[in-house]
């Protein structure tokens, strides 16, 4: 094979994990990109996946105390665990213990000052244990186990939401990375903790645990609980003693080692909150995390339970495996977190705070009892970023952030037949996707709205103090709110929780002569073998601004609804709550989209009104379109405002002209950097040569999001202006900008600039991906000679991509 034809091999084969790759939500969640084959997620290439029960219980571990240190050359964890044990219920002559690529040094039973050796048999995987006597229920036992493990060497396997599953990881370990620092970092979810201690590695075992970490005396230790005691040894090393006294999950035990700096702070005043990052983002870290004792405030009182641990960490770590983790008392994050106060204008990440914290209540304090029961976790977790923007930052807010899950379910169709509850699936790590996150917070917001806050969360205060330190299924989520609410809730936890789907609507409006009637008939469009469903909704009329409210059910496939007023009907507001989880047709016309964008009092009311309109809406406009369009682009809300830029960029540049000074104050000096980048790039689309000084002078934003706009805008108005520029942040440290800079170059195949794209392969997530779709649009304009110099660089990006290509693929 030729050269030329090797690099077009190449070439495709790079394609294909670029088209994989280029999802932003990669990057900065732990929602992972999905599998997007048209299929349900219990049936595989028409063969339905197991039944997967909750993990029997036959040996309870009461009390974990483990040693470790470490063996970089090798990546080695040398390992003793004493576990305290009894059996659960029957009686046991033998114990099976998880222990996943060990080598077993020795297994003894300690009967007071006595060690006994104990027989055992080990495939690698399962450790069993001859106990040389029966022990009934209530008989308390010590196993000692001396051990090597080796995560390294675990031929795992990779998935979406997790990418890997060795348990622990060694960062650098001999130091040959030029600017990554040494560490070790555990992730354990889903059962990946017995990769490097022998464990009962499953979620409805809860033990207690003590952590005694031998590190150098640089090295700062983290784990769950509390740090009881440091000790100097001989050889220079240094060994932390951890605690935690309260139960929890085994995949919820970590550590983390490394040269960190802490930063601390506290919670009532005695709770300590620490947060842990590399030195030269320390002076960012309470800019990043320093809402946290605000959020444990909120959610302690919301919930009406009081944080329940004895410390708060957060950690960044470098190479994470998923997006964060919500270890108890010590959440790692992936390095996203650690940022300065440039990125933080684009992206707080504070989402991602929120989601972990809430799940120690709802995941740590009540877990899961099986892996099918996700939700119970997840789904909260994910609705716990709802409740800290519904504080933090009004209605509003949390709404307009709240439908991008609603949005993100809608829009992976293969997700659409899942049910949330899967007592059958293929891997667990299939359980951490959109329906358990996204879907899974929306029914919760549904049910909410549904019966009221006061039962909302005094039914959750219920099933949290029930549960405490405990396991949880479905039904006991369930039964916790039919006893607070007096009603039963079978009908909406069996139509949400337990089924695929969801409803398709179809809102049409018939009004009297006069307006004072009108007749609204829903229809209900799904997939028939999703069902009819029931949804007790509110309806709203809508006589100017003022609205009177009428409850309805919908719960036929055609259903008309009349109603009557004393004065004109300007327009019905369908599901007022706006907490429906549908995809919704609604037929308003013009006039009546524009009268709910002023009337309605909610974002969502505004956001289906524009949308609707929006598809109406022509280039020759009246004087109510440019008011209704000037009334959002001056709200108060930037959500609004971006609301507006949005429907302007649906106008040609000639309807765009009245409104170019709002939209020149909008791009120089909005609060909100997303709203300066967008307003930016119309400004350019609408007359881009006109605006070359404003284009000029977004380069010096604070934003990351507005200087890349103004490159792209500048490079619209004035090329060698624009490449001037693009040339002077070829280096700037945002892949926001350097996507913006690749996407300029590819317009320029002549000039060689494969070294600048080769030293962008190491961005992460959406902008490496991305920014390599921009290379492969440069190198299939530009002559063979770049072409050439470009196939060393592509094989290296393409051998090591591949591992995690085939993960997303899978």
């Given at each position: 094979?030729?050269?030329?034809?090797?690099?077009?091999v190449?070439?495709?084969?790079?394609?294909?994990?670029?088209?994989?790759?280029?999802?932003?939500?990669?990057?900065?969640?732990?929602?992972?990109v999905?599998?997007?084959?048209?299929?349900?997620?219990?049936?595989?290439?028409?063969?339905?996946?197991?039944?997967?029960?909750?993990?029997?219980?036959?040996?309870?571990?009461?009390h974990?105390?483990?040693?470790?240190?470490?063996?970089y050359?090798?990546q080695?964890?040398?390992?003793?665990?004493?576990l305290?044990?009894?059996?659960?219920?029957?009686?046991?002559?033998?114990?099976?213990?998880?222990?996943?690529?060990?080598?077993i040094?020795?297994?003894?039973?300690?009967?007071?000052?006595?060690?006994?050796?104990?027989?055992?048999?080990?495939?690698?995987?399962?450790?069993?244990?001859?106990?040389?006597?029966?022990?009934?229920?209530?008989?308390?036992?010590?196993?000692?186990?001396?051990?090597?493990?080796?995560?390294?060497?675990?031929?795992?396997?990779?998935?979406?939401?997790?990418?890997?599953?060795?348990?622990?990881?060694f960062?650098?370990?001999?130091?040959?990375?030029?600017?990554?620092?040494?560490?070790?970092?555990?992730?354990?979810?889903?059962?990946?903790?017995?990769?490097?201690?022998?464990?009962?590695?499953a979620?409805?075992?809860?033990?207690t645990?003590?952590?005694?970490?031998?590190?150098?005396?640089?090295?700062?230790?983290?784990?769950?609980?509390?740090?009881?005691?440091?000790?100097?040894?001989?050889?220079?090393?240094?060994?932390?003693?951890?605690?935690?006294?309260?139960?929890?999950?085994?995949?919820?035990?970590?550590?983390?080692?490394?040269?960190?700096?802490?930063?601390?702070?506290?919670?009532?005043?005695?709770i300590?909150?620490?947060?842990?990052?590399?030195?030269?983002?320390?002076p960012?870290?309470?800019?990043?995390?320093?809402?946290?004792?605000?959020?444990?405030?909120?959610?302690?009182?919301?919930?009406?339970?009081?944080?329940?641990?004895?410390?708060?960490?957060?950690?960044?770590?470098?190479?994470?495996?998923?997006?964060?983790m919500?270890?108890?008392?010590?959440?790692?994050?992936?390095?996203a977190?650690?940022?300065?106060?440039?990125?933080?204008?684009?992206?707080?990440?504070?989402?991602?705070?929120?989601?972990?914290?809430?799940?120690?209540?709802?995941g740590?304090?009540?877990?899961?009892?099986?892996?099918?029961?996700?939700?119970?976790?997840?789904?909260?977790?994910t609705?716990?970023?709802?409740?800290?923007?519904?504080?933090?930052?009004?209605?509003?807010?949390?709404?307009?952030?709240?439908?991008?899950?609603?949005?993100?379910?809608?829009?992976?169709?293969?997700?659409?037949?899942?049910?949330?509850?899967?007592?059958?699936?293929?891997?667990?790590?299939?359980?951490?996707?959109?329906?358990?996150?996204?879907?899974?917070?929306?029914?919760?917001?549904?049910?909410?709205?549904?019966?009221?806050?006061?039962?909302?969360?005094?039914?959750?205060?219920?099933?949290?103090?029930?549960?405490?330190?405990?396991?949880?299924e479905?039904?006991?989520?369930?039964?916790?709110?039919?006893?607070?609410?007096?009603?039963?809730?079978?009908?909406f936890?069996?139509?949400?929780?337990?089924?695929?789907?969801?409803?398709?609507?179809?809102?049409?409006?018939?009004?009297?002569?006069?307006?004072?009637?009108?007749?609204?008939?829903?229809?209900?469009?799904?997939?028939?073998?999703?069902?009819?469903?029931?949804?007790?909704i509110?309806?709203d009329?809508?006589?100017?601004?003022?609205?009177?409210?009428?409850?309805?059910?919908?719960?036929?496939?055609?259903?008309?609804?009349?109603?009557?007023?004393?004065?004109?009907?300007?327009?019905?507001?369908?599901?007022?709550?706006?907490?429906?989880?549908?995809?919704?047709?609604?037929?308003?016309?013009?006039?009546?989209?524009?009268?709910?964008?002023?009337?309605?009092?909610?974002?969502?009311?505004?956001?289906?009104?524009?949308?609707?309109?929006?598809?109406?809406?022509?280039?020759?406009?009246?004087?109510?379109?440019?008011?209704?369009?000037?009334?959002?682009?001056k709200?108060?809300?930037w959500?609004?405002?971006?609301?507006?830029?949005?429907?302007?960029?649906?106008?040609?540049?000639?309807?765009?002209?009245?409104?170019?000074?709002?939209?020149?104050?909008?791009?120089?000096?909005?609060?909100?950097?997303?709203?300066?980048?967008?307003?930016?790039t119309?400004?350019?689309?609408?007359?881009?040569?006109?605006?070359?000084?404003?284009?000029?002078?977004?380069i010096?934003?604070?934003a990351?999001?507005?200087?890349?706009?103004?490159?792209?805008?500048?490079?619209?108005?004035?090329?060698?202006?624009?490449?001037?520029?693009?040339?002077?942040?070829?280096?700037?440290?945002?892949?926001?900008?350097?996507?913006?800079?690749?996407?300029?170059?590819?317009?320029?195949?002549?000039?060689?600039?494969?070294?600048?794209?080769?030293?962008?392969?190491?961005?992460?997530?959406?902008?490496?991906y991305?920014?390599?779709?921009?290379?492969?649009?440069?190198?299939?304009l530009t002559?063979?000679?770049?072409?050439?110099?470009?196939?060393?660089?592509?094989?290296?990006?393409?051998?090591?991509?591949?591992?995690e290509?085939?993960?997303?693929?899978?």
């Amino acid at each position: 094979m030729n050269t030329h034809n090797t690099f077009f091999v190449i070439l495709s084969s790079c394609l294909i994990i670029g088209a994989c790759k280029v999802n932003k939500n990669s990057s900065s969640t732990n929602t992972p990109v999905q599998n997007s084959v048209n299929q349900p997620a219990s049936v595989k290439a028409g063969k339905k996946y197991p039944y997967r029960e909750a993990e029997p219980r036959v040996l309870d571990i009461e009390h974990m105390a483990l040693q470790v240190s470490f063996n970089y050359a090798n990546q080695y964890v040398l390992g003793k665990a004493t576990l305290t044990c009894k059996p659960y219920f029957a009686s046991i002559k033998t114990a099976q213990l998880d222990a996943r690529g060990f080598v077993i040094n020795r297994v003894a039973l300690l009967k007071n000052a006595d060690t006994l050796p104990l027989k055992y048999e080990y495939n690698g995987s399962k450790l069993l244990v001859f106990m040389g006597a029966e022990y009934t229920r209530g008989q308390v036992f010590k196993l000692f186990i001396d051990y090597v493990a080796k995560p390294n060497e675990i031929k795992g396997s990779k998935g979406v939401a997790i990418t890997d599953d060795k348990g622990l990881y060694f960062i650098n370990p001999l130091g040959n990375e030029k600017d990554k620092p040494r560490q070790i970092w555990t992730q354990g979810e889903t059962q990946s903790n017995s990769c490097w201690f022998p464990t009962v590695d499953a979620p409805n075992e809860k033990i207690t645990q003590e952590l005694a970490i031998t590190v150098e005396d640089k090295e700062i230790t983290l784990s769950n609980g509390e740090l009881m005691k440091s000790k100097m040894n001989a050889d220079g090393t240094r060994t932390d003693f951890w605690k935690q006294n309260k139960p929890h999950a085994p995949y919820l035990v970590m550590l983390a080692v490394g040269e960190f700096e802490q930063v601390k702070d506290f919670w009532r005043d005695s709770i300590p909150v620490d947060y842990y990052v590399e030195k030269a983002y320390k002076p960012y870290a309470k800019m990043v995390f320093g809402n946290t004792p605000e959020m444990m405030e909120v959610f302690s009182k919301k919930l009406g339970v009081d944080y329940p641990w004895d410390k708060y960490s957060q950690i960044v770590v470098r190479d994470f495996v998923s997006g964060a983790m919500e270890n108890t008392s010590a959440v790692i994050h992936y390095d996203a977190l650690q940022h300065d106060a440039r990125e933080h204008l684009d992206n707080p990440t504070e989402d991602i705070i929120a989601h972990e914290l809430f799940h120690h209540w709802f995941g740590d304090l009540v877990t899961c009892e099986s892996w099918s029961n996700l939700p119970l976790n997840e789904s909260f977790a994910t609705y716990g970023e709802y409740i800290w923007q519904e504080h933090k930052y009004g209605l509003m807010e949390a709404d307009m952030e709240f439908y991008s899950n609603l949005r993100s379910y809608l829009g992976q169709k293969n997700k659409h037949r899942v049910e949330p509850i899967r007592y059958h699936y293929g891997s667990r790590d299939d359980m951490f996707d959109v329906v358990s996150y996204q879907k899974g917070g929306r029914m919760l917001h549904m049910l909410r709205k549904q019966i009221g806050d006061d039962a909302f969360f005094e039914s959750l205060k219920l099933y949290l103090t029930k549960h405490a330190y405990k396991t949880a299924e479905i039904a006991d989520l369930r039964m916790a709110f039919e006893e607070v609410t007096g009603e039963d809730l079978h009908w909406f936890f069996d139509q949400w929780f337990l089924k695929g789907g969801h409803p398709v609507l179809d809102y049409s409006y018939a009004y009297g002569a006069d307006r004072k009637s009108v007749t609204l008939t829903i229809k209900q469009k799904q997939d028939s073998t999703w069902g009819v469903y029931r949804l007790p909704i509110q309806v709203d009329l809508y006589t100017g601004s003022v609205a009177t409210r009428y409850p309805i059910t919908i719960n036929q496939v055609s259903q008309e609804f009349t109603f009557e007023s004393s004065g004109a009907i300007s327009f019905v507001n369908v599901d007022a709550n706006q907490a429906l989880v549908a995809a919704i047709d609604d037929h308003k016309t013009a006039a009546e989209c524009k009268a709910m964008i002023l009337n309605g009092p909610l974002y969502m009311d505004k956001y289906y009104a524009a949308k609707v309109w929006g598809e109406q809406l022509k280039d020759t406009l009246t004087n109510d379109d440019i008011n209704t369009l000037n009334y959002l682009l001056k709200h108060e809300f930037w959500g609004l405002r971006n609301l507006g830029i949005s429907l302007l960029e649906q106008l040609d540049s000639v309807n765009r002209k009245p409104f170019e000074p709002t939209l020149f104050n909008i791009a120089r000096m909005d609060k909100k950097s997303a709203n300066r980048a967008d307003a930016t790039t119309l400004l350019a689309e609408t007359d881009a040569k006109k605006y070359t000084s404003v284009f000029e002078q977004g380069i010096q934003d604070s934003a990351y999001s507005v200087v890349a706009a103004s490159l792209e805008a500048l490079n619209l108005a004035d090329s060698t202006l624009g490449k001037k520029y693009v040339n002077a942040n070829k280096e700037t440290k945002s892949g926001t900008v350097q996507l913006a800079v690749a996407r300029i170059l590819a317009e320029y195949p002549s000039v060689d600039e494969v070294a600048y794209f080769e030293s962008k392969f190491n961005l992460k997530g959406y902008y490496k991906y991305s920014l390599f779709a921009e290379y492969i649009k440069y190198l299939q304009l530009t002559d063979k000679a770049i072409q050439l110099k470009a196939i060393p660089g592509l094989k290296k990006f393409y051998q090591t991509t591949n591992d995690e290509t085939r993960a997303l693929e899978r």
